[in-house]
């Protein structure tokens, strides 16, 4: 390696080395004063009173025109009915159709066309979770022939989202507090704020066991909605 080629790269790492120890300086005299760092977090959880299903159908024909044709009539069907039972139209949202055509292979041979496959998956928000069971017993018979998830989920997710971020900032302030008082001080004020957004752990519907001549809707398990928030506070003493 040339001379002024081992200066260059010698001045690099100086100058990073140099930058770094200035930030740190910096973090440091930014926060050369007596403080408490507290880390606030809650956990809520609410009854699910609503759903939102994906299903799908899938159909296999000798052509694309009577593979799509058959996807087309199962999901317009479908949707018929969740309108006749009351679903507003703004909560069905269906999927463009994917259609592949389908082949066989023999070793030693050229692939065969078999036919051609056809699918359409439709998502639908469900208000009530009573009527959950008879609308999806309806997308079988009206040829929807997989159910790909089921979401439990709160109506009331925006409040409960809004009590979760209350509740962490209650909780960082009063381990500050008590930290405070502990040591004979007393908190000023806040110097720092870092706010981690919430999450939500929705559960997977489930059946509970059947029992002899129990109603089949009534399986269906309500399950309980989990919203998480978490909230860090740099607070300056006096």
Not at 1 to 17: A, C, D, E, Y
Request: net charge negative; glycine share 4%.
């Amino acid at each position: 390696m040339n001379r002024p080629l081992l200066i260059s790269i010698l001045s690099g790492v100086l100058f990073t080395l140099t930058a770094a120890s200035s930030l740190s300086t910096l973090q440091a005299a930014e926060l050369s004063f007596a403080h408490i760092e507290t880390e606030g977090t809650s956990t809520i959880e609410a009854p699910a009173d609503m759903a939102i299903i994906n299903v799908q159908v899938s159909i296999e024909a000798d052509s694309a025109k009577a593979a799509k044709d058959k996807a087309d009539d199962a999901v317009s069907q479908f949707m018929q009915r969740l309108l006749n039972a009351g679903i507003d139209k703004k909560h069905i949202q269906s999927a463009n159709l994917q259609l592949n055509p389908q082949y066989s292979y023999v070793q030693n041979e050229p692939r065969k066309l078999t036919g051609y496959s056809a699918n359409r998956q439709m998502t639908v928000t469900v208000m009530d979770l009573n009527s959950l069971n008879e609308l999806l017993d309806s997308a079988l018979v009206e040829g929807i022939n997989n159910v790909n998830n089921i979401e439990l989920k709160s109506s009331q997710e925006a409040q409960i989202i809004a009590q979760a971020r209350q509740a962490a900032i209650n909780d960082a302030k009063q381990k500050a507090q008590s930290l405070a008082k502990g040591f004979g001080e007393q908190i000023a004020g806040v110097w720092e704020v870092r706010y981690f957004p919430q999450q939500s752990h929705q559960p997977e519907m489930y059946r509970a066991s059947m029992k002899m001549n129990a109603d089949v809707a009534q399986t269906y398990q309500q399950g309980q909605v989990t919203i998480s928030d978490r909230i860090e506070v740099v607070f300056r003493l006096k």
